[in-house]
């Protein structure tokens, strides 16, 4: 069975400082990660995913994110946040065998950066 | 582009009664999700059309629950009748193929309540 956990429900950092929201897995074959956004009355918004190829995935507003087999590990990461970033940040799996599109996302993240 | 569009944005209804959502997915999508989000929780995947045709519903509560994808663009989600643990963020999401490496388009939800 696929699954995601977020062992995090909340991540406090300064702005400037650099932050890390972290996810692991559990898929039955290989999976496509991915990490989503949610800002307060909106829909989740895609920052970026992993693939194939370089374990090391940049996306959007200067986040990026590492795929680590071994560990079972997708953790985004940013070198310097900003209060901006302060949302609730959402880790997905897809398995890379499956037809279906059915992602599984963990329970989230809820960063604050604060000035 | 335009985005995924959902109505009604906030529904509050009693338990027992009825209540439909609305989503017009991204031009030229063929995958649409609906997605039950929870408050606390990651979204839980209800239900997958493939053009008009579902292609997985197997965590849909199919006594209570419907959907249907008319002409395999818009798409409505019912619930008859609603019961308190309905009470949540229904999202819709939007995807060019339910091929693996497609990201999802997330509308910004209705958030049902059930009194």
């Known amino acids: 069975a696929q699954s995601v956990a977020q062992p995090e429900d909340q991540v406090n950092v300064a702005e400037g400082n650099p932050l890390t929201v972290k996810c692991t897995y559990s898929?039955?074959?290989?999976?496509?990660l991915f990490w989503y956004v949610q800002y307060p009355n909106r829909g989740l918004q895609f920052l970026l995913k992993?693939?194939?190829?370089?374990?090391l995935v940049k996306g959007s507003y200067g986040f990026e994110a590492e795929f680590n087999k071994s560990q079972t590990s997708f953790h985004l990461k940013k070198p310097s946040a900003l209060v901006s970033d302060s949302a609730l940040y959402f880790c997905?799996?897809?398995?890379?065998?499956?037809?279906?599109?059915?992602?599984?996302f963990g329970r989230g993240t809820q960063l604050t950066v604060w000035p | 582009e335009a985005g995924v569009a959902q109505s009604p944005r906030y529904k509050i209804i009693e338990k027992r009664q009825s209540v439909a959502f609305w989503c017009n997915p991204i031009?030229?999508?063929?995958?649409l999700y609906w997605y039950q989000q929870i408050l606390g929780q990651g979204p839980k995947l209800l239900i997958q059309?493939?053009?008009?045709?579902?292609?997985?519903d197997s965590q849909l509560p199919k006594d209570r629950f419907s959907a249907e994808r008319l002409k395999g663009v818009d798409s409505t989600l019912k619930i008859q009748p609603a019961k308190l643990e309905d009470s949540a963020v229904y999202l819709c999401?939007?995807?060019?193929?339910?091929?693996?490496?497609?990201?999802?388009?997330f509308g910004p939800g209705t958030r049902l309540t059930v009194t």
């Open positions: 059309f493939q053009n008009n045709g579902v292609v997985d």
């Open positions: 997905a799996v897809r398995d890379r065998g499956s037809t279906l599109g059915r992602l599984y």
């Open positions: 992993y693939i194939t190829g370089d374990n």
């Open positions: 999401a939007s995807s060019l193929d339910q091929l693996d490496t497609y990201e999802q388009y």
């Open positions: 898929v039955s074959g290989n999976p496509y």
């Open positions: 031009s030229g999508h063929a995958t």
